[in-house]
């Protein structure tokens, strides 16, 4: 066995550490790099590790061209709603499989769960006349119902085993002190369950902000158009393929979900070890 | 303050029935006590008195109202549980006050009654800090104020000191007893640990597998147990227990040949238990009738007293006596005792009690 305070333990664990990162980090940086490179560096044949010659050209191209203050904001419309409907649908629905016994509970749950079988893009072709149908299609909340269906199941799955996690007494405390059942869930019950809230939230947030397929399928109307397509369309299209502004613009298009991660990490990390360590 | 009659109350999860009939009634301000092993139903009961679980059949009456239907809130009570399920992101003053909030009583009095409870329970320093800030002992006396706060006419202790060490449990338990003197509410405890039966209950309930056992007063149960469960349940340490026939004159006979002053109207040749506690046995005297004997196994120094553990020949397990601090007793030694006639039990085949009479008396 590998004593794990060992020298030879630290140096394995060490360098598989920093293999993960360099791995992980290098895509990051090459973007990085690329959006300060100017287009006859960006476009050499053998690429520079960083770049020689720094510009900002690309970032003055992106605020110009296209709308990707327009996009970023309808992103922002559209994730914070499908983040914000999908906590409040699964936080309800994961408490009731948690803290309530009735017949059927099992099977909804699994019904529910077995929605994640199904490859993301195969559940576009039964969405998309479902939400024509409804007369959502290029809408933002037809958009923000479809992340909705995926985020969902994953969603209600967290919150029941955060809420399995809450010690019934506490509730049964409550229910003896006279509060009604929604009232325990409002007043005792969610104060505690702010990591998890925030974890749920992010999840259902980085679903919408990074999907493409959705957004390049039920949204046709420049004005509509999400981060991703948007980007896709404006800068790596048939016959077009300007790198040097994608990068920038993608860097723009990161920036807040980068902000929202370090300003909400703490409770993100507390979230997801709720469950272990009481 | 207020009774509650149970009348054949019956739980069961599924197939498996956890309560087989329980029928009891705790009188007006009485402090009773189940006591029972684990897994013996008294907590159930004791959920079920409370609201928090449903009644399979029978009925609850608190006050005289049967309650099966009532939900927790309006049966008046309140109960404090194992793990004091404090609400944690509320501060003393508001996991006291949480239950007059909802019950709608306006702020001014909210303070001063959770005032008064704090201080009775010496939290009045503690009110603005949350239960993370607070020692184990202070956490209970938190969930025991939260439930006095509301004046209930039914106190309701699960297990409350078994999550605190050894000496706070003794202090608790104290709290515990001045508080019952002071409220003069009815109360009911639960509890697997027998000392703090015996030293709070005004009545013991003694559970096992769904059924009561018996019901007394601590002494009673220790003096009159009414079967061998009871027997060894009740007292610390545990009641020797030994296997033993009707010998031909009706005192019972150890297999070893030993034979107990006792006589019972059982016939010649039956089986029985016979049972007596360590404090009964004395250091004999040579030849004193019915005298145990055996080789010292294991000698247990309390200080006040000395627990000796005897193998006497017959019995399955070793027997243990309480003899003065102050005598020396080595393993491996030669001990005989003496039991006290009176405070000799003798349990059927079926572990019932049987009435026994002195052989001196009966040849009078």
Sequence with gaps: MLDLSSRTAKIVFGSAAILIALFLFFPIYWLAISAFKPNAELYRITPTLYPHDPVLTHFATAFGRGNLMQQLRNSLVVSCSAAALNTLLAIYAGYSFAKFRYSGRRLVMVFLLSAQVFPFGLLLISLYPIVTSLGLIDSRAGLTLSYIVFALPVSTYMFYSYFTQVPSEMIEAA????????????????????????????????????????????????????????????????????????????IMASAPIVVAFAFLQRWFIQGVTAGSVK | MVSVVLSGVRKSFGTVEILKGIDLTVEDGEFAVFVGPSGCGKSTLLRMICGLDEVTSGTVAIGGEVVNDVPPAQRGIAMVFQSYALYPHMTVAENMGYSLRLAGVDK?????????????????KLLDRKPRELSGGQRQRVAIGRAIVRDPRLFLFDEPLSNLDAALRVDMRAEIASLKARLGSTMIYVTHD?????????????????????????????????????????????????????????????????????????????????????EHLSPAENGDEGTLSGAVRVVEHLGSDVFVHLAVEGAAYPVIVRIGGERQVRAGDLFRVTPEPSSIHVFDAAGLRVPTRSPARSAA
């Design chain 1, 175 to 250: 229910r003896a002190d006279g509060a009604g059942e929604l009232r325990i869930f409002h007043t005792i019950v969610l104060p505690v369950s702010i990591p998890a809230v925030v974890t749920v939230f992010l999840y259902g947030f980085m679903w919408s902000w990074n999907d493409l397929l959705y957004a390049m399928t039920l949204i046709v109307s420049e004005d509509k158009r999400t981060i991703g397509p948007g980007m896709l369309l404006a800068y790596l299209n048939e016959v077009n393929s300007d790198w040097g502004g994608a990068m920038a613009a993608s």
């Design chain 2, 108 to 124: 001014a009095e909210i303070r001063s009654r959770v005032a008064t409870s704090a201080a009775v329970l010496r939290l009045d």
């Design chain 2, 194 to 278: 027998q000392i703090e039966a015996m030293t709070l209950a005004d009545k013991i309930v003694v559970m096992n597998a769904g059924r009561i056992e018996q019901v007394g007063s601590p002494l009673d149960l220790y003096r009159m147990p009414a079967n061998r469960f009871v027997a060894g349940f009740i007292g610390s340490p545990r009641m020797n227990v030994v296997a033993a026939v009707v010998g031909p004159d009706g005192r019972p006979v150890l297999a070893g040949g030993a034979v107990f002053p006792v006589r019972t109207d059982l016939a010649p040749g039956t089986r029985i238990d016979v049972g007596i506690r360590a």
